[in-house]
């Protein structure tokens, strides 16, 4: 007698569905803070290092090497031991900086070196302020250049004109103590204008923090007289 087979039950098929692999993405690498990539792909620049007030970027467009590069430079080529004028005249003669670039070049090594501190120049410590103003450049000149305005806003002030550029610069000795003030002028548009003021050959960093107290006030002060309420 024939046995009966059981039917094997059948499972019902299950198709995978295919995974489809996200193709790869390349994270580009961010440069570390605070440094930049140079012009021309050149190696990464300390953008946030700032020496003689100015920044690397100024430097490198300026000299054709950052702040970093030149201090490597000038430490290879021994301006450690050398003078602020002998390391000027390397700057320009040997590596062909421009007059201008290659003092501002010396004074930043120096700082960054130890060799001078910040404020200190060749002849001394300088103090500096500026301010805008929303005026012409011709009423910001004469508030300057014609002694009966100064007076208004710059009482007392021991300051004798050795020479002026009309609407663009003036010099001036500050005869208590011999120390000079440097003062520029800049247009910024209709109805705007920037003086600058550079106080230099000042004896020590107490007399910097003193003039740069002095002249913020005082140029406050011309702000207030000049501007249009």
Request: hydrophobic share 45%.
């Amino acid at each position: 007698m024939a046995i009966a087979r059981k039917a094997k039950s059948r499972r019902p098929t299950v198709r995978k569905t295919a995974v489809r692999k996200r193709p790869a993405v390349r994270r580009k690498l961010a440069a570390p803070k605070g440094r930049t990539v140079a012009h021309g792909g050149r190696k990464p620049v300390g953008a946030a290092l700032r020496l003689a007030g100015v920044g690397s970027e100024a430097v490198l467009k300026a000299t054709g090497r950052a702040w970093d590069e030149w201090l490597k430079v000038l430490d290879h080529a021994g301006a450690k031991a050398l003078p602020h004028k002998d390391i000027a005249l390397m700057l320009s003669r040997k590596f062909a900086v421009p007059n201008w670039w290659s003092q501002m070049v010396t004074v930043g090594y120096e700082q960054a070196r130890g060799l001078r501190v910040v404020n200190q120049k060749a002849d001394g410590f300088s103090a500096s302020a500026s301010r805008t103003m929303h005026i012409g450049l011709d009423k910001l000149y004469a508030a300057w250049s014609e002694p009966r305005q100064r007076s208004r806003w710059l009482p007392d002030a021991p300051l004798e004109l050795r020479r002026a550029t009309d609407g663009k610069s003036m010099r001036m000795t500050w005869t208590a103590g011999g120390s000079r003030v440097d003062v520029g002028f800049i247009a910024r548009g209709a109805g705007r204008s920037v003086v600058q003021v550079e106080h230099s050959k000042l004896a020590n960093a107490a007399a910097v923090a003193r003039q740069k107290t002095y002249w913020a006030e005082a140029l406050g002060r011309l702000k207030a007289l000049l501007e249009p309420r």
